[in-house]
């Protein structure tokens, strides 16, 4: 039977909710429902600068047993439990986008389909960045360890903002580092100074760290 980590759960949870509440409150805005201009601001830059963060956190977490198989087993693990559900779900939900065109906001054709292979379609762009991210991970543990692989991360991190206009690249770079931060965190937390089995400093070390990167982040970025 596997053991559950409660707050892993309720953070999934949590971050399940974000992505709802993002997605509808752009709807709204695109649909021009009368959201205030700061209002959305501060909403969308709060949901988007954390939630996918978090989930690649989590998801880098439970790299640590999965990455000590064989390269055989590991590509073909993660190609059944990412790139296949990518592939069917994208083509099922293009497929239905195309021949309701005239009904949405986003109009598709028949290549968007041909083109999923390096432009994912949608919310399934996730699905697609987190399979690289567990291929690019793995050979990177094998090959200079988790310490170094961090610094490797922090660099994509810091040369993003020259690939910002390829999408795709852009967000690989910009998401890996907390992905291996998620598997740094497990190797190392028992080693780390804030770090103790008392719930509550965990709690309240993860807010003030929290509120800290959304203040700087979210006015850092606001244009008066």
Known sequence: ?????????????????????AHVLRGV???????????FYFSDTLVYGFHMPLFFF??????DKWVN??????????AKALLYPYVIWS?????????????TNK???????????????GQFWFLYVL??????YYFLRKIIGINKTLFVALICYILQPAFKDLWILSAILSQFIFFVAGSFFVAHKTSLPFWSDNKVMHLAFSLVFFLLINYLYIFGNYKY
């Not at 805005?29 to 209002?39: E, I, M, R």
């Open 1 to 21: 039977m596997i053991n559950r980590i409660d707050w892993v759960d309720y953070a999934k949870g949590i971050g399940i909710v974000l992505v709802v509440y």
């Open 29 to 39: 805005n695109s649909a021009g429902l009368g959201l205030s201009k700061q209002f």
């Open 58 to 63: 989590l998801s880098g977490m439970f790299s």
């Open 69 to 78: 198989k064989n390269t055989k087993e590991t590509i073909i693990i993660k």
């Open 91 to 103: 083509l099922l939900q293009g497929s239905i986008n195309i021949m309701l065109s005239s009904y």
């Open 107 to 121: 109009s598709m054709d028949w290549t968007n389909l041909i083109e999923i292979s390096y432009k994912p379609i």
């Open 131 to 136: 399979f690289i991210f567990f291929m690019f």
